[in-house]
T-cell receptor, first 116, second 111 residues
Framework: DTGVSQNPRHKITKRGQNVTFRCDPISEHNRLYWYRQTLGQGPEFLTYFQNEAQLEKSRLLSDRFSAERPKGSFSTLEIQRTEQGDSAMYLC??????????????FGNGTRLTVT | KQEVTQIPAALSVPEGENLVLNCSFT??????LQWFRQDPGKGLTSLLL?????REQTSGRLNASLDKSSGRSTLYIAASQPGDSATYLC??????????FGKGTKLTVNP
């Protein structure tokens, strides 16, 4: 169990640029989640996948945000035309879900985005 | 809309003290409640998960209780150590798959 891996750890970009983050979940986990956390706040839910299907999206996920999990393994989160308000820590988490069991979420160390 | 509140926002204690962190939530129709630990600049580590049908969970020096009807949970840390210094977050899961988090309690344990 190597844990949830997120890359890059830090990203600095200029306003208007596009950025993409990657998350590699724990290998046997079928669910993958994206959260966003700003300073002094708890994480806020963005979206989640079960295998390759995106099952729920928050209203926080504007049209500039898109997430994929093409083969039910790693996931990418892309932000187009970044704005300063997008500056935050983007956290990925994974878990195992069955009809009879729900494991706790395991979080990665996040990608810190700074938009200048 | 579910709201989660954690009190106090910050807490500083001497090493060895027993302490209680509080979490309250506005909608009692929850599926489960989780306590997490977050070190500066890092992700979250799951500490305890309590299902809605359970009253408490224990792991080592940690004990979490849940009173769903009153919308409250507490995290009890026994014999605190400097290594326990971190931000502790409470999160509830309701009808959807998303967790709703509080803002956390920043704990400092002084040697």
């Amino acid at each position: 169990d190597t844990g949830v891996s997120q890359n890059p750890r830090h990203k600095i970009t200029k306003r208007g640029q596009n950025v993409t983050f990657r998350c590699d979940p724990i290998s046997e986990h079928n669910r993958l989640y994206w959260y966003r956390q700003t300073l002094g706040q708890g994480p806020e839910f963005l979206t989640y996948f079960q295998n390759e299907a995106q099952l729920e999206k928050s209203r926080l996920l504007s049209d500039r945000f898109s997430a994929e999990r093409p083969k039910g393994s790693f996931s990418t989160l892309e932000i187009q035309r970044t704005e300063q308000g997008d500056s935050a820590m983007y956290l990925c988490a994974s878990s195992t879900w069955t009809s009879s069991y729900n494991s706790p979420l395991h979080f990665g160390n996040g990608t810190r985005l700074t938009v200048t | 809309k579910q709201e989660v509140t954690q009190i106090p926002a910050a807490l500083s204690v001497p090493e060895g003290e027993n302490l209680v962190l509080n979490c309250s939530f506005t909608d009692s129709a929850i599926y489960n409640l989780q306590w997490f630990r977050q070190d500066p600049g890092k992700g979250l580590t799951s500490l305890l998960l309590i299902q809605s049908s359970q009253r408490e969970q224990t792991s080592g020096r940690l004990n979490a209780s849940l009173d769903k009807s009153s919308g409250r949970s507490t995290l009890y840390i026994a014999a605190s150590q400097p290594g326990d210094s971190a931000t502790y977050l409470c999160a509830v899961k309701g009808g959807s798959e998303k967790l709703v988090f509080g803002k956390g309690t920043k704990l400092t344990v002084n040697p």
